[in-house]
């Protein structure tokens, strides 16, 4: 009975010590991993902020761009028939659109999907509203009836999918 309370006398304190250092070790091993992990999100948002910031802008350029009434006094030609101009305006939208593609990985599937429907309407616009016209008429033509039907409507499609990605902008790039 001596021999084991000598014993517990010795190895208690041993024990004792011995959980004492684990649980300093095992401290100090998960705070060197918590700051190795905020070095490594650190690095990552010095690398991807960059290239978010620059998916919106062009993003926002490329609606801008696509914004009828911007469209259509880029794209505007004298010389051209309605069905010219209607072929060069659909195609000016696919090409942009197309170009800015590999931006829908940093936006949110509800942001793409209303930029998609935002591409989609103005086509729309411009094929009704070409179809209300003689091919052979002045493209001229078209681009007044493009602008007066942007005047009967109540809200620009494209506004309002621009309101929605500055909106996402803010909310994802600056409140990281």
């Known amino acids: 009975m001596?021999?084991?309370?000598?014993?517990?006398?010795?190895?208690?304190?041993a024990a004792i010590v011995l959980y004492a250092m684990y649980l300093m070790v095992?401290?100090?091993?998960?705070?060197?991993m918590d700051e190795k992990a905020l070095d490594i999100k650190n690095e990552n948002i010095k690398i991807t902020l960059p290239l978010k910031l620059q998916a919106f802008e062009r993003m926002c350029l490329f609606l801008e761009r696509i914004t009828p009434g911007n469209l259509v006094l880029r794209l505007s030609d004298n010389s051209l028939n309605v069905?010219?101009?209607?072929?060069?305006?659909?195609n000016e939208i696919r090409e942009e659109f197309s170009h800015n593609l590999s931006q829908q990985i940093y936006m949110s599937d509800a942001v793409w999907e209303g930029i998609r429907n935002c591409v989609e309407d103005v086509i729309a616009l411009i094929n009704t509203?070409?179809?209300?016209l003689n091919g052979d008429e002045k493209g001229i033509e078209l681009a007044k009836l493009i602008f007066a039907r942007l005047s009967e409507q109540e809200s620009d499609p494209v506004a309002a999918i621009l309101v929605k990605v500055k909106q996402e902008l803010r909310k994802d790039v600056f409140n990281q």
């Open 129 to 132: 509203s070409a179809e209300q």
């Open 26 to 32: 095992k401290s100090f091993l998960q705070k060197e």
């Open 2 to 13: 001596n021999t084991t309370l000598e014993f517990l006398k010795l190895i208690l304190p």
């Open 83 to 90: 069905k010219e101009f209607q072929q060069i305006l659909i």
